[in-house]
């Protein structure tokens, strides 16, 4: 099989626009020969290393750098004390809080970042952090939610001014609390759970790190990153750093994962730029794996409880009230208008009469974070809570789940939908989706089993969940972080020879912008794939735009990409009708070509149309020659995917170990511009979801000790723990996206973990009675539920 | 103290300090940032290497062991423009997403073709799950490595 140097072998399909295109980035992947951050050696370099709080809570007596510095290979020390001097001290968060760079007056979590550390080489700088003297007056730490507010507890934000609790934000509603009360009241069913979402961890398999370039005589500073959204970064480093925005320059090149994880600004970013800007050299840092698990983006901690209630048969109504541990600094991200991020939607999937939902935010002794870990803004929480819940309010029932949920979907003809708190979604045939994945499954032959298997004694569970997302935040008037709209931008040029180059502000880690995006102007102009150039994370030479979270690549920046293909579409007729000496009106498009209708032959690709744009030859009156274009997309609304998940989980009498057999995964995420990539994405949420539900935990101890600090104890699937995923679609096109795509990457992390649980609970309930268990659903956690002691992670 | 190394069949020799490890020492080799580091204990498989053909997590072995010893890295699997079927395998089945952990399970997957060319599905499983991989789920990883062994005749190259 010949291979070619620079292009692995396409396979048999090349599709010019959508298809199974095979990945445009893989070529220097597979050779080794990405760029990662640390990747990256810039001549001078330094190396900071960043000395951590070993108390959850504790007040800073003193810091004596002076044993590190008098180190041979260090160059300098820097603490909270030198960070005022810079004005960098605190720094804002993304959720209007504030932040301590370094901590100066006490530490608030394990792991927070006291001093920065810069030497000649990595080994040195590690080598100084334990020559750093700091004396630590340990206090007494908040690590319960639910005991966050009793009136002693400890006060953690003492620095913030007029703050006399540990509430991180006040009490934020949606629904109607009324109609609910009464919806309730006319119940026949009513079930009530507490429902923990434990404080889990993206956890990127490349931790985050910086290399910060500032040149004192031009005042520019260049930034190497890994972020998921280099223009907003950009921005707020001009804030908090007082810098000129114009004079920042944010290269993100490959990133080894976000997941979430590389949405916030993290204090080590700010001790690098101030290290650079105080050395006068670059200076690179890179976190360790346990710093990334101990001190950046956390996900979830939700502490829920929930009623749901049914009436002849079906789900009437919902209530919940949540407190969400936002850790020690609120960094929660999420649209600014939406505290609790998009968790109202916990309505799901069905036509509910009423529901009120309730979230406050308290502070605790852990690190701060609330990311969406492969998550819309707190979607998977909602999805969590209410697909437990409507397995739980079945088993009350003694009803089939899927026939429950049959019973209570939204109908086709109801859409678009206006959900009892507030959203319009815009399109769906749940129903069908649902018989999909039950067809795959063969639903009832599963149950046939079970039943057999139970009879010998045997633990098999099957579970289900059916999640609706809404994703691609968002439209302007409603949604932005920080005051910025979260708006996505395209630039496209044709150049002369026809050949394309789209810069766009969303950002991979992974998830193949270079194809897919490509693939969209291919199939909007006709030109092959491989001849468009997709250009991202390089503030320089993108637009701006909010990146890459949320699922909101593909619905606005791919919107984006769609609308100013066809705006370039749209220019191309008119240099065209003046080539083809006719009106534009009197010409057609077939793909890749405008012609003269009543006579095909003559007609005009659009390669040729660049070329005479970029040529001598007179353009359309008024038109100035060239073939570009660009735009900036406010989506009108989000999108809302959906899907059916299926799970079947044996659980081992003897061991309690789950072992997750069969993941049944039928998505709707409207058009598929690359079916490959859209099921590579499902895989890797559903790993992701299996982890969530039986491994992946950050708890802590009563002291406050972070207990999952490294991969040892914080445990990830591996190809062991991953059935052979089972994946089917359905397609409803997103009405409003320009090309009926929805969104689909976080999916299967929102989808999957309630489906596993709501199993291990079938598998357990007629044999053990089991009809809770919180998630991670370790063998110890499955064993007391087993001997009828369900316990809370902790 | 003065090291000389075998790396991709060339010799590379550098001073070190005798606490460096294996992987550091090759990344700082020029050309070789192909090895990557992804955690602190062993537990990711981002740094495999082989090391005399056997896979070997690189961060858990000091640069000074590997004295005397052949070290193969990921930058070797392509041979005068000839890709490795492992390569193409993961290409032709979407087996990589942010690719952070692709050399490792290449290598890995390599390792395991030498010694069994025609493994089953769980035998690949064993063979890669001291690798963590957050993006593929698995899934498309087993299907490559199965697809480099049935193509394995058609596309290797004679070492």
Same mark, same amino acid.
């Given at each position: 099989m010949a291979v070619t140097k620079n292009l692995p072998s396409p396979g048999q399909e090349r599709p010019i626009g959508f298809g199974r295109l095979k990945r445009k980035e893989d070529a220097r992947f597979i050779r080794g020969k990405g760029t990662y951050l640390d990747d990256i050696r810039l001549p001078g370099m330094v190396h900071?290393?960043?000395?951590?709080?070993?108390?959850?809570?504790?007040?800073?007596?003193?810091?004596?750098?002076?044993?590190?510095?008098?180190?041979?290979?260090?160059?300098?020390?820097? #603490?909270?004390?030198?960070?005022?001097?810079? =004005?960098?001290?605190?720094?804002?968060?993304?959720?209007?809080?504030?932040?301590?760079?370094?901590?100066?007056?006490?530490?608030?979590?394990?792991?927070?970042?006291?001093?920065?550390?810069?030497?000649?080489?990595?080994?040195?700088?590690?080598?100084?952090?334990?020559?750093?003297?700091?004396?630590?007056?340990?206090?007494?730490?908040?690590?319960?939610?639910?005991?966050?507010?009793?009136?002693?507890?400890?006060?953690?934000?003492?620095?913030?001014?007029?703050?006399?609790?540990?509430?991180?934000?006040?009490?934020?509603?949606?629904?109607?609390?009324?109609?609910?009360?009464?919806?309730?009241?006319?119940?026949?069913?009513?079930?009530?759970?507490?429902?923990?979402?434990?404080?889990?961890?993206?956890?990127?398999?490349?931790?985050?790190?910086?290399?910060?370039?500032?040149?004192?005589?031009?005042?520019?500073?260049?930034?190497?990153?890994?972020?998921?959204?280099?223009?907003?970064?950009?921005?707020?480093?001009?804030?908090?750093?007082?810098?000129?925005?114009?004079?920042?320059?944010?290269?993100?090149?490959?990133?080894?994962?976000?997941?979430?994880?590389? $949405?916030?600004?993290?204090?080590?970013?700010?001790?690098?730029?101030?290290?650079?800007?105080?050395?006068? $050299?670059? $200076?690179?840092?890179?976190?360790?794996?346990?710093?990334?698990?101990?001190?950046?983006?956390?996900?979830?901690?939700?502490?829920?409880?929930?009623?749901?209630?049914?009436?002849?048969?079906?789900?009437?109504?919902?209530r919940c009230d949540v407190i969400a541990d936002h850790g020690a600094f609120d960094s929660t991200a999420q649209p600014t208008k939406f505290p609790a991020g998009f968790f109202h939607i916990c309505c799901g999937s069905y036509d509910l009469e009423a529901s009120h939902v309730q979230v406050k935010a308290v502070y605790s002794n852990k690190a701060p974070g609330g990311v969406a870990y492969r998550c819309s803004f707190r979607i998977t929480e909602a999805v969590y809570l209410m697909e437990r819940m409507v397995g739980a309010l079945a088993l009350e029932m003694g009803v089939d789940p899927i026939e429950l949920r049959m019973k209570s979907f939204i109908r086709p003809e109801q859409f678009p939908y206006e959900t009892t708190t507030g959203w #319009?979604?815009?399109?769906?045939?749940?129903?069908?989706?649902?018989? $999909?994945?039950?067809?795959?499954?063969?639903?009832?032959?599963?149950?046939?089993?079970?039943?057999?298997?139970?009879?010998?004694?045997?633990?098999?569970?099957?579970?289900?969940?059916?999640?609706?997302?809404?994703?691609?935040?968002?439209?302007?008037?409603?949604?932005?972080?920080?005051?910025?709209?979260?708006?996505?931008?395209?630039?496209?040029?044709?150049?002369?020879?026809g050949k394309a180059v789209v810069s766009i502000s969303a950002q991979t880690q992974g998830q193949?912008?270079?194809?897919?995006?490509?693939?969209?102007?291919?199939?909007?102009?006709?030109?092959?794939?491989?001849?468009?150039?997709?250009?991202?994370?390089?503030?320089?030479?993108?637009?701006?735009?909010? =990146?890459?979270?949320?699922?909101?690549?593909?619905?606005?920046?791919?919107?984006?990409?769609?609308?100013?293909?066809?705006?370039?579409?749209?220019?191309?007729?008119?240099?065209?009708? #003046?080539?083809?000496?006719?009106?534009?009106?009197?010409?057609?498009?077939?793909?890749?070509?405008?012609?003269?209708?009543?006579?095909?032959?003559?007609?005009?690709?659009?390669?040729?149309?660049?070329?005479?744009?970029?040529?001598?030859?007179?353009?359309?009156?008024?038109?100035?020659?060239?073939?570009?274009?660009?735009?900036?997309?406010?989506?009108?609304?989000?999108?809302?995917?959906?899907?059916?998940?299926?799970?079947?989980?044996?659980?081992?009498?003897?061991?309690?170990?789950?072992?997750?057999?069969?993941f049944i995964a039928v998505d709707d995420c409207g058009v598929r511009i690359n079916p490959m990539i859209v099921d590579g994405q499902i895989h890797g949420g559903l790993a992701e979801g299996i982890g969530i539900a039986l491994m992946e935990?950050?708890?802590?101890d009563q002291e406050g000790n972070c207990l999952n600090s490294s991969f040892m104890d914080y445990l990830i699937p591996t190809a062991l723990e991953c059935p052979d995923f089972e994946l089917g679609e359905t397609v409803t096109p997103c009405p409003h996206h320009p090309l009926g795509a929805k969104g689909v990457g976080e999916s299967p992390n929102v989808g999957s973990p309630p489906a596993i649980v709501n199993a291990v609970i079938d598998a357990l309930h007629d044999s053990h009675g089991v009809t809770h268990i919180d998630m991670p659903c370790t063998p110890a956690r499955v064993w007391a539920a087993m001997q009828g002691r369900p316990e809370p992670p902790q | 103290m003065q090291l000389n190394l075998t790396i991709n069949g060339e010799q590379v020799e550098r001073a070190v300090e005798p606490r460096q490890l294996l992987v550091h020492y090759i990344r700082d080799t020029p050309g070789l940032t192909g090895t990557h580091w992804g955690c602190d204990t062993s537990n990711c498989g981002a740094c495999v290497v082989l090391m005399d053909g056997k896979p070997v997590k690189s961060c858990t072995i000091l640069a000074a062991m590997a004295e005397g010893h052949e070290i193969r890295t990921v930058e070797s699997l392509e041979r005068e423009g000839q890709l490795d079927p492992v390569q193409i395998g993961f290409h032709e089945l979407h087996a990589l997403h942010c690719g952070f952990c692709t050399p490792g399970m290449m290598m890995t997957a390599r390792a395991l073709l030498d010694e069994n060319p025609n493994p089953s599905e769980e035998e690949i499983r064993v063979a890669i799950s001291g690798g963590i991989c957050r993006c593929t789920g698995y899934k498309n990883i087993v299907a490559a490595i199965r697809w480099a062994a049935e193509h394995e005749a058609t596309t290797r190259q004679e070492v």
């Open positions: 900071g290393a960043i000395l951590r709080s070993p108390y959850a809570h504790a007040r800073i007596v003193s810091i004596d750098t002076s044993r590190a510095l008098a180190h041979p290979n260090v160059a300098a020390v820097v #603490t909270a004390k030198d960070l005022e001097t810079l =004005g960098l001290a605190w720094m804002p968060t993304i959720s209007y809080d504030t932040q301590a760079v370094l901590a100066g007056d006490k530490v608030r979590f394990q792991g927070q970042e006291v001093a920065f550390v810069i030497a000649t080489d990595e080994y040195s700088a590690r080598d100084a952090l334990p020559l750093i003297d700091v004396e630590y007056d340990p206090l007494p730490a908040v690590v319960n939610a639910r005991k966050a507010l009793d009136p002693d507890a400890p006060l953690i934000r003492d620095d913030k001014e007029g703050q006399q609790d540990n509430l991180a934000s006040p009490l934020w509603e949606a629904g109607d609390a009324e109609a609910t009360d009464r919806v309730f009241a006319e119940a026949d069913t009513v079930v009530v759970r507490d429902i923990i979402y434990p404080r889990c961890h993206p956890a990127p398999l490349e931790t985050c790190g910086m290399i910060a370039d500032f040149n004192p005589d031009t005042g520019q500073l260049d930034i190497y990153n890994g972020n998921q959204a280099p223009n907003a970064h950009r921005t707020v480093y001009a804030h908090v750093a007082g810098l000129a925005e114009h004079m920042i320059r944010i290269r993100c090149n490959d990133i080894g994962g976000g997941f979430g994880n590389k $949405v916030p600004i993290y204090p080590g970013y700010v001790c690098a730029i101030a290290g650079s800007i105080v050395a006068g $050299v670059p $200076v690179k840092w890179i976190e360790d794996r346990s710093e990334n698990l101990l001190s950046t983006g956390f996900a979830r901690d939700y502490v829920m409880h929930a009623e749901l209630c049914a009436k002849d048969g079906t789900i009437t109504g919902l #319009t979604y815009d399109s769906g045939d749940y129903e069908k989706t649902m018989r $999909v994945a039950m067809d795959i499954a063969d639903y009832e032959g599963l149950r046939r089993e079970q039943a057999e298997k139970r009879a010998r004694g045997e633990l098999m569970g099957i579970g289900v969940s059916f999640f609706t997302e809404g994703v691609g935040a968002g439209p302007r008037k409603h949604m932005d972080i920080l005051g910025l709209s979260m708006n996505d931008g395209a630039d496209l040029r044709v150049h002369p020879s193949g912008h270079e194809t897919t995006f490509a693939q969209i102007v291919a199939e909007e102009l006709g030109i092959p794939p491989e001849d468009v150039q997709v250009r991202n994370g390089d503030t320089d030479r993108t637009p701006f735009g909010l =990146g890459t979270y949320g699922s909101r690549s593909t619905p606005v920046s791919g919107a984006a990409v769609s609308v100013v293909s066809r705006k370039v579409r749209d220019r191309a007729r008119l240099i065209a009708s #003046t080539m083809l000496e006719t009106r534009p009106e009197d010409l057609a498009w077939e793909k890749g070509r405008w012609y003269v209708k009543g006579d095909p032959s003559k007609g005009a690709p659009i390669g040729q149309i660049a070329a005479y744009a970029y040529s001598g030859s007179p353009m359309p009156e008024g038109m100035e020659g060239g073939l570009d274009a660009q735009v900036i997309y406010d989506p009108p609304n989000l999108t809302y995917p959906y899907g059916a998940y299926i799970a079947v989980v044996d659980v081992d009498p003897e061991t309690a170990a789950v072992k997750v057999r069969r935990v950050i708890s802590f | -």
